[in-house]
C-alpha cells in the first residue's frame, strides 16, 4: 500500500492505495468522478485523457502515486461555476458527440491543445492534435468543427480556417 495525496479539481484528496493503482481507477472509483472513462486500458482510446500537472495524460497509463504533490483536473473541473468552458460549449453547438463515451477524453486534449493557442487550425494540426483520441461513432467532423468553433471563441482574432477547397 501507499499513500497519495494530490488536488483533484481543486480538492486535497489522500487516500492509501495498492501500489498498483492507476490514475482513472483512484478517479473514478475513490473520488466518484466517473466523467474519466476506460476505453481500452492500454493507452490507445483517450477517453481516460485528464489533465495532470498542465499536461494532459491518459490516465490509465499513470499511477496514483506517481501524482503524489500534484495537481489533476478532470472533465467534471473545467466549466467555472455554471458556465461551461468554451470546448464543452462548443461540442454542445457543435454536436461533437453522438454517444458520448469518448466526449470527456476529447474535450480534456482539446482543451489543452487550444490553451496555447494553435498556430494553425487546418486539418493536419486537428487532426495531429487529436491522434491519441479516438472516436467510434461520430465520424470526426463535427469534432473538428467543434475544436474550430472553440479557438476562435477562446481567440477572437484568430484568422478563420478558409478549407482548401474554398481557398483554391
Ligand atoms: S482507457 Fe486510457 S487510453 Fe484508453
Ligand atoms: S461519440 Fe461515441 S465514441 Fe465518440
Known amino acids: 500500500m501507499v499513500r497519495v495525496e494530490f488536488q483533484v479539481n481543486g480538492e486535497r484528496r489522500a487516500e492509501e492505495v495498492e501500489d498498483r493503482t492507476l490514475l482513472v481507477e483512484f478517479l473514478r472509483q475513490k473520488c466518484g468522478l466517473t466523467g474519466t472513462h476506460v476505453g481500452c486500458d492500454t493507452t490507445q482510446c483517450g477517453?481516460?485523457?485528464?489533465?495532470?500537472?498542465?499536461?494532459?495524460?491518459?490516465?490509465?497509463?499513470?499511477?496514483?502515486?506517481?501524482?503524489?504533490?500534484?495537481?489533476?483536473?478532470?472533465?467534471?473541473?473545467?466549466?467555472?461555476?455554471?458556465?461551461?468552458?468554451?470546448v464543452q460549449e462548443a461540442f454542445i453547438q457543435c454536436h461533437g458527440l453522438q454517444c458520448g463515451f469518448c466526449t470527456p477524453g476529447m474535450v480534456m486534449a482539446i482543451e489543452y491543445f487550444l490553451r496555447e493557442r494553435p498556430?494553425?487550425?487546418?486539418?493536419?494540426?486537428?487532426?495531429?492534435?487529436?491522434?491519441?483520441?479516438?472516436?467510434?461513432?461520430?465520424?470526426?467532423?463535427?469534432?473538428?468543427?467543434?475544436?474550430?468553433?472553440?479557438?476562435?471563441?477562446?481567440?477572437?482574432?484568430?484568422?478563420?480556417?478558409?478549407?482548401?477547397?474554398?481557398?483554391?
Open 47 to 86: 477517453a481516460c485523457t485528464v489533465n495532470l500537472n498542465g499536461t494532459a495524460v491518459k490516465s490509465c497509463t499513470v499511477l496514483a502515486a506517481q501524482v503524489s504533490g500534484g495537481e489533476v483536473t478532470t472533465v467534471e473541473g473545467l466549466a467555472s461555476g455554471d458556465a461551461l468552458h468554451p
Open 119 to 168: 498556430a494553425s487550425l487546418d486539418d493536419d494540426t486537428i487532426h495531429t492534435a487529436l491522434e491519441g483520441n479516438i472516436c467510434r461513432c461520430t465520424g470526426y467532423v463535427n469534432i473538428i468543427e467543434a475544436v474550430r468553433h472553440a479557438a476562435y471563441r477562446m481567440y477572437p482574432d484568430l484568422p478563420k480556417h478558409v478549407p482548401a477547397k474554398e481557398a483554391a
